[in-house]
């Protein structure tokens, strides 16, 4: 069945440095990717999205782009800051058009000052 | 305007207790979802609502939780006999409803079965 595939946390960095979030996927036909953001104390948001094969969901400074090729869609961003601690969720929507979204594990992010 | 609401914000009950967990979708969405997330997991699907009708409720993990979107708004979740193993953060989402339309998140309520 579909899968979300994600680096396990917690990753600590620290601010302005660069930040990859390693995600991968399995799944039939072409699912939509996506980011979401849990920030503490808040709900689910979503970060970015992608519909399609090369696509580049980008939002506050991140980016990711869907690659079918690799089944990925890391996430990215150049220069971190403290408000950007967060747990990170990637997620794919099932290709049936039910409109399901599996997500995976979460990765929790910690910036330093 | 208005998110995504949930009531309560956190429930704790007995084991074998019966639960309800309301939500309330963004107003004209016509989308719902249920997922549950436990401690340190991704949120999983429980079921999804087009309208009044439960399109698929495939992620149910047993007879014991049902839902009902009656007039195809607020949504309530109603969990029978609970067990410990119910405890996590039950999260609503609505969606206007067409394929890979932005889901939007309710805050969740936290439920604790002791």
């Known amino acids: 069945g579909n899968s979300v595939t994600q680096m396990e946390g917690p990753v600590t960095l620290s601010e302005e440095a660069f930040l990859t979030i390693n995600c991968t996927y399995t799944?039939?036909?072409?699912?939509?990717l996506f980011w979401y953001v849990q920030y503490p104390g808040e709900g689910l948001q979503l970060l970015l999205k992608?519909?399609?094969?090369?696509d580049k969901g980008s939002n506050k400074g991140f980016e990711a782009t869907y690659r079918k090729e690799t089944t990925s869609f890391h996430l990215e961003k150049g220069s971190v800051q403290v408000s950007d601690s967060a747990v990170y969720f990637c997620?794919?929507?099932?290709?049936?058009?039910?409109?399901?979204?599996?997500f995976g594990k979460g990765t929790r992010l910690h910036i330093l000052p | 305007g208005a998110g995504v609401s949930q009531t309560p914000s956190n429930k704790v009950t007995e084991k074998g207790k019966y639960v309800e967990l309301r939500c309330d979708p963004i107003?004209?969405?016509?989308?719902l979802y249920w997922y549950r997330q436990s401690l340190g997991q991704g949120p999983e699907f429980l079921i999804y609502?087009?309208?009044?009708?439960?399109?698929?409720d495939s992620g149910l993990p047993n007879d014991r939780f049902f839902a009902v979107r009656p007039e195809g708004s607020v949504s309530t979740l109603k969990i029978q006999r609970t067990e410990r193993g119910d405890s996590a953060v039950y999260l609503c989402?609505?969606?206007?409803?067409?394929?890979?339309?932005?889901?939007?998140f309710g805050p969740g309520t936290r439920l604790t079965v002791l």
């Open positions: 989402a609505s969606s206007f409803g067409e394929f890979t339309d932005t889901q939007y």
């Open positions: 799944a039939t036909g072409y699912p939509s």
């Open positions: 992608a519909t399609k094969a090369d």
């Open positions: 997620a794919l929507s099932s290709t049936n058009r039910d409109d399901k979204i599996i």
């Open positions: 107003s004209g969405h016509t989308a």
């Open positions: 609502f087009q309208g009044t009708g439960a399109a698929d």
